[in-house]
């Protein structure tokens, strides 16, 4: 039996549904920092099977630094325009986005292998993943521009 709170308190934390939450805590005897760990494992491994998946579908989100000086944009992919309208989705466009401005990376390889910004134990990529695994369709970083003055 899981306990009601811990089941409460995992969902509110992670965002994933009741039922993958409760899986997990029965999978760690209740534990919530294990059940996180085996959650995240799961959305990656979740993540890797609908990679293929075609992307056709999106936003393209901006973001300016306060300081007006540096601002960039990005096309963000995912399979449907349902999934694109969520606030998952658009959190992560705005998150990517900034992470641009922040950090210009070269190019697209480089930007998802580079540490968050407001997690260093995640890469984007993770945050990717985790979004995949959250929404259930795949997510791709198509491209992005950086302007600075």
């Known amino acids: 039996m899981v306990d009601i709170n811990a089941l409460k308190k995992l969902r509110l934390e992670t965002g994933i549904s009741i039922a993958e939450c409760r899986k997990a805590l029965e999978e760690t005897k209740g534990d919530i920092d294990k059940a996180k760990a085996w959650l995240k494992k799961q959305g990656i491994e979740k993540a890797e099977k609908k990679a293929d998946r075609e992307t056709s579908q999106g936003l393209v989100e901006s973001y300016t630094h306060l300081n007006g000086k540096v601002g960039s944009m990005v096309v963000v992919l995912c399979e449907t325009d349902f999934v694109a309208r969520t ?44 979004t995949v695994a959250k929404l259930g369709e795949n997510i791709v970083v198509k491209e992005f521009k950086r302007f600075e003055i």
């Open 87 to 130: 606030e998952d989705f658009k959190h992560l466009c705005h998150e990517v986005a900034m992470q641009v401005a922040a950090m210009n990376p070269k190019d697209v390889d480089t930007l998802l292998k580079q540490e968050y910004i407001r997690d260093g134990s995640l890469t984007i990529n993770d945050l990717v993943k985790q």
